[in-house]
């Protein structure tokens, strides 16, 4: 139920405040309609990890990270955006990032630790749900990740 979902992500938010306390986290809310997202809480939970750790490990001044929540445009898919405003991915990267072990600048990420695994992990689990994944960015200025999942139109 899209309450549940807007819940658990309240509560992994909470989570990293708590762990990230120079970190602003704001929570987007549009409006939603009461539909059924169909994935399991540990999933869902799983991907925000994945996404939040990137977008607190890849930030640098700015430690402030958004993530948004609506629903597309014809009410099929439920859409949640992280944004930070950190180093930023070049252009001719942001496909690759969703590969295994793909990192982007290797000296630059090796600091960071890390495998090149979470995102491709991200990937796997949106689209087992026949959902889909992309990134924006701008190089300097942050980064955009976005994941949609298919809604259930409630019957009522
Ligand atoms: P792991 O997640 O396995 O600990 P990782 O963070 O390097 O390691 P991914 O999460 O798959 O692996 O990300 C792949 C690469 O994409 C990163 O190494 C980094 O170069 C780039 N990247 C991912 N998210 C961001 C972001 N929010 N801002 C800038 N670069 C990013
Ligand atoms: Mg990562």
Known sequence: HSTLLIKTLSRIIKNFEVIHENFTFELIEHKLKNSIVQISENHFEQIMIILLDNAVKYSDEIQKVDVSIEEDHDHEMVRITVRDYGLGIPEEDLSKIFHRFYRV???????KGGNGLGLSIAKQLVESYEGDIRATSELGKG??????????????
């Open 105 to 111: 600048d290797k000296a630059r990420s090796r600091a």
């Open 143 to 156: 980064t955009s990740i976005t994941f949609s999942l298919p809604m259930i139109k409630d019957a009522i």
